[in-house]
Nanobody, 126 residues
Framework: VQLQASGGGLVQAGGSLRLSCAAS??????????LGWFRQAVGKEREFVAA????????YYADSVKGRSTISRDNRENMVYLQMDNLKNEDTAVYYC??????????????????WGQGTLVTVSS
């Protein structure tokens, strides 16, 4: 799986962004993969943001973004999205989309994702 994230940018605190991630899949179906969004701020470890199961029927969020973010996927278009609202300064980071074969648990575990996009920078200003 090859992943290409986009949609980052500079936004004022309280604003919104929609991140997109396009997947190129060979040999398997896009719906064979769980998908996640992670982020990494300067000087910090990569952390879980949100994940969605292979069907799009179950979603999972970090406490820090719960209620402000929505992850979704389109299995026909091989896309995954992260809508982020009411952005805060602490949301500033490089955001990565990631994929793994269907696993069914531990959606927030960075080490369990095998495929990663290149990242897109989100900068939230006061």
């Amino acid at each position: 799986v090859q992943l290409q994230a986009s949609g980052g940018g500079l936004v004022q605190a309280g604003g919104s962004l929609r991140l997109s991630c396009a997947a190129s899949v060979s040999g398997r179906k896009f719906s064979d993969y769980d998908l996640g969004w992670f982020r990494q701020a300067v000087g910090k470890e990569r952390e879980f943001v949100a994940a969605i199961d292979w069907r799009g029927g179950s979603t999972y969020y970090a406490d820090s973004v719960k209620g402000r973010s929505t992850i979704s996927r389109d299995n026909r278009e091989n896309m995954v999205y992260l809508q982020m609202d009411n952005l805060k300064n602490e949301d500033t980071a490089v955001y990565y989309c990631a994929a793994r074969w269907i696993f069914g648990r531990d959606y927030g575990a960075v080490r369990l994702y095998d495929y990663w996009g290149q990242g897109t920078l989100v900068t939230v200003s006061s």
